[in-house]
C-alpha cells in the first residue's frame, strides 16, 4: 500500500479566469489496454474500472465494440460490461465503430458510446479501413440511433494536430470533422492529439478553427498523448481558452495500435496534480488513484510512465515494478 501521509500535495495557487471545476475523462481501460502487449484477464481489467470509480473518476471509458481481430486485447468487451459493478454517479461509456458494434454495446448494456473518426486521410485508412468522409457514414447511423435509444454520444476526431504519414494537419480538416459530428448530434467532440505532438500554440490555433465551425467550447474536450512531454502545456492552453474537459489515462497507460508513434496517454495523476495546483476541483482521490496505477503496473509487469505515480510511489517507500520477461 501506499502511505498516504508520506504524499506531499501540491498546494493550491489559484489562477484568475480559470474554471473551478474540470471533468477528467478516463480513458485508461479502453485507450490504455488496446495498446498494450498483454491481453489482461477479464476479472483484473473490472478491478480495474472498480479502483478507478473509487478513486472519484466519473467517467471511464470501459472498453470497445470494435473488431476482435483489430483490437484483440479488448474482445471480451460483452463479458466485461456483464460483470461491472456500477455505481449511480458514474458513466461508463464504450467506443463503437459501426453499426453492428452499436448493437453488440447495447446488448451489453451499454448506455453511453464514442464514435471515432479521423481529422486525416491516411489514419481513416490505417484505423477504419475507410476514407475520411467513410468514417463519418459509418458513424452517422449509429449517432442516429443511439439518439433515438437515448443513448449520449461523444464524438473523437483523431490527428487534430499532426498525423504520422501526413505531417502537420490544417486546423480546417479538425474543424471540418468536429463540426459534422456536432451537426450530427454528438454531445461533445474530444479532439485528438493521437501521436502527442501539438504544441500550446497550436491548441489555441485548433480551437479557434473548430469553434468557428460552430462547436461551443462547452462541446469540446482534449485528448492528449505525452510522447514529447508537452501534454500538461497543452492542457494549460486549453483551460485558459475555456476547455474544461479533459481525456486521461490512468499511469500514462497507452498509444494506438494504429499509430506506431503514438506513445502514452496524458497520465490522469499528472493532470489532477495540474489541476489540484491550481485549486480546480476534480473529485478525485490522487492517493487512490496512485495506488490503483501501482497495482496496474504490477499486472502488466513495467513501471508506469507517469511522472506523478513515480514521484508519490518511491516518496512512500514504493518501488515501481520491474520489467518482467515475456511480456
Ligand atoms: P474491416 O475488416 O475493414 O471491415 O473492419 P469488415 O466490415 O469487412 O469486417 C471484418 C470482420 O469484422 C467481419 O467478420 C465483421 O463481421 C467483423 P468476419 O465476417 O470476417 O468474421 N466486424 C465486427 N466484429 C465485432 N464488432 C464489430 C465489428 N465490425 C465488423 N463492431 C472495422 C472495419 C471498423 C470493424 C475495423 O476497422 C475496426 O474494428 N477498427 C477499430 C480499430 C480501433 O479500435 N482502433 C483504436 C481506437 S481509435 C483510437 O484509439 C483513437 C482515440 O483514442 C482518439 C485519439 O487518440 O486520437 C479514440
Ligand atoms: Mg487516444
Known amino acids: 500500500m501506499v502511505d498516504a501521509a508520506a504524499m506531499v500535495f501540491p498546494s493550491p495557487a489559484p489562477v484568475p479566469g480559470l474554471p473551478a471545476m474540470v471533468s477528467v475523462y478516463e480513458v485508461g481501460p479502453r485507450d490504455g489496454l488496446q495498446a498494450e502487449k498483454a491481453v489482461l484477464p477479464t476479472e483484473v481489467k473490472l478491478e480495474f474500472i472498480h479502483r478507478l470509480q473509487q478513486a472519484g473518476l466519473r467517467s471511464i471509458e470501459a472498453t ?160 492528449f498523448h505525452d510522447t514529447y512531454g508537452q501534454a500538461l502545456t497543452n492542457v494549460l492552453a486549453g483551460l485558459h481558452a475555456g476547455i474544461t474537459e479533459f481525456d486521461a489515462s490512468a499511469g500514462g497507460l497507452g498509444g494506438c495500435p494504429y499509430a506506431k508513434s503514438a506513445t502514452g496517454n496524458l497520465a490522469t495523476e499528472d493532470l489532477v496534480w495540474l489541476l489540484t495546483g491550481l485549486g480546480i476541483d476534480t473529485g478525485i482521490d490522487l492517493t487512490v488513484l496512485v495506488c490503483t496505477s501501482v497495482w496496474m503496473a504490477e499486472q502488466l509487469g513495467r513501471p508506469s510512465p507517469s511522472r506523478v505515480v513515480a514521484a508519490l510511489a518511491s516518496g512512500a517507500g514504493i518501488d515501481p515494478p520491474a520489467p518482467a520477461a515475456g511480456r
Open 64 to 223: 470497445s465494440f470494435v473488431s476482435p481481430r483489430w483490437v484483440p486485447q479488448l474482445a471480451d468487451a460483452d463479458e466485461l460490461m456483464a460483470g461491472l459493478a456500477r455505481q449511480g454517479s458514474v458513466r461508463y461509456p464504450v467506443l463503437v465503430p459501426n453499426e453492428r458494434g452499436y448493437d453488440r454495446a447495447r446488448a451489453a448494456g451499454a448506455e453511453e458510446i464514442a464514435v471515432f473518426v479521423s481529422a486525416t486521410e491516411r489514419f481513416a485508412r490505417e484505423n477504419l479501413g475507410t476514407t475520411r468522409s467513410g468514417a463519418l457514414e459509418l458513424a452517422a447511423p449509429v449517432v442516429r440511433r443511439a439518439l433515438a435509444d437515448g443513448v449520449a454520444v461523444r464524438g473523437y476526431v483523431s490527428m487534430c494536430f499532426g498525423d504520422p504519414w501526413e505531417g502537420r494537419v490544417d486546423p480546417a480538416q479538425a474543424a471540418a470533422v468536429a463540426g459534422r459530428l456536432v451537426e450530427l448530434g454528438c454531445r461533445t467532440v474530444s479532439l485528438g492529439d493521437t501521436i502527442g505532438v501539438a504544441t500550446a500554440g497550436q491548441v489555441v490555433e485548433v480551437l479557434d478553427a473548430v469553434t468557428a465551425a460552430g462547436v461551443r467550447r462547452d462541446q469540446i474536450a482534449l485528448h
